[in-house]
């Protein structure tokens, strides 16, 4: 497998290159931790502000840690708790420019700034949720927003 690279520093223009990547690299029947690992590999490339890229995998009322690049992180979230808990119960992408800000943020890593989760909704469902974060104040917008949405679109065809 070649390694993931990146021709633009705009970031609509990344998150597309990533969109096309990931459905190289990344077989819907194969193994899901193995997906999950590498598009977590390719996120952290595609992403130059991030400092924590991850998943958290929904397995009943909590989110439990799955493959993520950064410093260790918490290990459950319930639905509902802090940025990651919020965006699994509305199903919504949620932008959050200063999580000093966020009420209830969770801090695994107390020099986050910013954050985006992404909910990966299958059949309804969320599944998982796509966590990135920022040493950066307001690191995440419009753009990621999108760009990573259509990437949890290409995930939710996966093997849940």
């Given at each position: 497998?070649?390694?993931?690279?990146?021709?633009?520093?705009?970031?609509a223009t990344r998150y597309g290159e990533a969109r096309s990547q990931l459905q190289a690299l990344c077989d819907p029947s194969e193994d899901?931790?193995?997906?999950?690992?590498?598009?977590?590999?390719?996120?952290?490339?595609c992403i130059p502000a991030a400092?924590?890229?991850g998943f958290y995998v929904r397995r009943g009322a909590e989110l439990v840690l799955g493959p993520?690049?950064?410093?260790?992180?918490?290990t459950r979230i319930p639905l509902g708790r802090g940025v990651c808990g919020a965006a699994a119960s509305s199903q919504?992408?949620?932008?959050?420019?200063?999580?000093?800000?966020?009420?209830?943020?969770?801090?695994?890593?107390?020099?986050?700034?910013?954050?985006?989760?992404?909910?990966?909704?299958?059949?309804?469902?969320?599944?998982?949720v796509l966590d990135v974060d920022s040493y950066e104040?307001?690191?995440?917008?419009?753009?990621?927003?999108?760009?990573?949405?259509?990437?949890?679109?290409?995930?939710?065809s996966w093997a849940w």
């Open positions: 497998m070649e390694a993931t690279s990146f021709s633009s520093s705009d970031p899901l931790i193995s997906n999950l690992a590498n598009a977590t590999a390719l996120l952290r490339d400092s924590w890229v993520f690049q950064g410093k260790v992180a918490c919504q992408t949620v932008v959050v420019p200063d999580v000093e800000q966020f009420p209830g943020h969770i801090a695994c890593d107390s020099g986050s700034r910013s954050e985006i989760v992404v909910p990966i909704v299958r059949a309804g469902q969320v599944v998982a104040l307001a690191a995440f917008g419009e753009v990621d927003a999108r760009g990573l949405g259509a990437l949890a679109e290409v995930m939710a």
